[in-house]
C-alpha cells in the first residue's frame, strides 16, 4: 500500500486520538452489536460459524480498543484481531506505533515461531543454526502448498546452503476433506524420526493429484515399507487414535495468531510475504533482511 494511501486511511483515526487528560469514551452495548455485525460481515465467508469478541484490550494512552475475534468449538478454529478508534467509529486491521523499530513485530513473531518449533520438535530443513528461519504455514491439500513446498526444498535450501531453515507448520481448512489426516499422519511419523517425517511430507506433496479421502490410508500402507526404520504398525495405530490432533491443533492456532488468512502463508524471520513467490525473489527477499548484508559478506 502506498503510504499516501496509508495516511490518508489512518487519518480519521488519527484525528481521533483524545487530548492527554480526555478519558477514554467506553464500548458501550449497541457499539459491541455494531462492531460485532460488522466483523461478522468481513470474514462470514471464511468464519465456519458465528464470531464473538473473546478479548477486548483498551490502551488508555490512546484510547484504541483490540479487539479479538473468534469463533466457539467444534468450528474450524479462526481468529481476528481488529483495533477500534477512540471515538468508536472506525476499525483498522493494524496500528503501528511510530516510537517503535520497524522490525519489532517481525522480531517477536520469530521469536514466537523459532520457540515453538523447539519446544513441538517440528523436524526442519537446512541448518538449525542458520540466521534465516522461514516459516510456512500451509495444507497438504492445497496445491500451491505443495509448489511452495516443492520449490523451498528444491531450489531455496540448496542454493542457500546454511543460512535458512525452513519449518512447515499445519493450518489444515475444513474444507478439504483429508488435509487434517494427513497433517496428522506426517506429525505422527515425526513422533519416531524426523527422516520418516520428511519420507510421508514429501509423499503427500509428490502425490496430492492423486490422493483422496478414500485412497489416503491405502496409500500411506504402500508407501510406509520404503521407509528405512519407521515402524508401520506403530504409525498406524497414532493415525487412527488421532494422538497427534492436539499437535495440529497448536499449530493452526499459532497460525491464527499470527495473522495468518491464507494458505500458503510464508514468514521470512517473522516479516509475512505477501503472494507467490519465486525461488529468485525469496533469495533477493532474504538478502535484504535486516542483518543479512552483513552476513553475506562475511560468507
Known amino acids: 500500500m502506498k503510504p499516501a494511501i496509508v495516511l ?10 483524545p487530548a492527554p487528560a480526555q478519558q477514554c469514551r467506553p464500548v458501550d452495548d449497541t457499539t459491541r452489536a455494531k462492531v460485532l455485525a460488522y ?21 488508555p494512552a490512546t484510547c484504541i480498543y483490540a479487539l479479538t ?23 483498522t486491521t493494524a496500528v503501528y506505533d511510530l516510537h517503535a523499530p520497524l522490525g519489532t513485530r517481525a522480531a517477536f513473531l520469530n521469536r514466537g515461531f523459532d520457540a515453538f518449533l523447539r519446544q513441538h ?25 505443495a509448489a511452495l513446498a516443492r520449490m523451498l526444498r528444491d531450489e531455496l535450501v540448496p542454493s542457500l546452503n546454511q543460512r535458512v531453515r525452513v519449518a512447515f507448520l499445519n493450518h489444515p481448512s475444513s474444507r478439504h476433506d483429508w488435509a487434517q489426516t494427513a497433517a496428522q499422519a506426517a506429525a505422527c511419523a515425526a513422533t519416531q524420526t524426523d527422516a520418516a517425517y520428511w ?15 478414500q485412497n489416503l490410508a491405502p496409500g500411506l500402507d504402500n508407501f510406509v515399507p ?29 497460525a491464527l495468531a499470527s495473522g495468518v ?39
Open 226 to 254: 520404503s521407509i528405512p526404520g519407521l515402524d508401520g504398525d506403530a504409525l498406524r495405530a497414532c493415525i487412527a487414535s488421532e494422538e497427534t490432533k492436539p499437535e495440529i491443533e497448536a499449530e493452526s492456532n499459532l
Open 69 to 91: 475475534f473468534t469463533t466457539s468449538p467444534p468450528a474450524e478454529p479462526f481468529r481476528r484481531q481488529l483495533f477500534l478508534s477512540p471515538d468508536r467509529r472506525y476499525l
Open 199 to 213: 519420507a510421508i511430507h514429501n509423499f503427500l506433496i509428490e502425490n496430492q493429484d492423486q490422493l483422496s479421502a
Open 261 to 299: 488468512t491464507a494458505r500458503p502463508t510464508l514468514f521470512l524471520n517473522g516479516y509475512e510475504w505477501a503472494g507467490p513467490a519465486t525461488a529468485d525473489q525469496l533469495r533477493q527477499a532474504i538478502a535484504n533482511l535486516p542483518g543479512q548484508a552483513k552476513t553475506r559478506a562475511g560468507r
Open 8 to 17: 490518508a486511511t489512518l487519518a480519521p483515526i488519527l484525528a481521533a486520538l
Open 39 to 59: 466483523a461478522q460481515g468481513l470474514y462470514g465467508n471464511i468464519a465456519a460459524a458465528p464470531l464473538q469478541i473473546a478479548n477486548a484490550a483498551l490502551d
Open 121 to 145: 520438535h517440528i523436524p526442519t530443513l537446512g541448518a538449525t543454526d542458520a540466521p534465516v528461519l522461514v516459516t510456512v504455514f500451509g495444507d497438504y491439500q492445497c496445491a500451491r502448498c
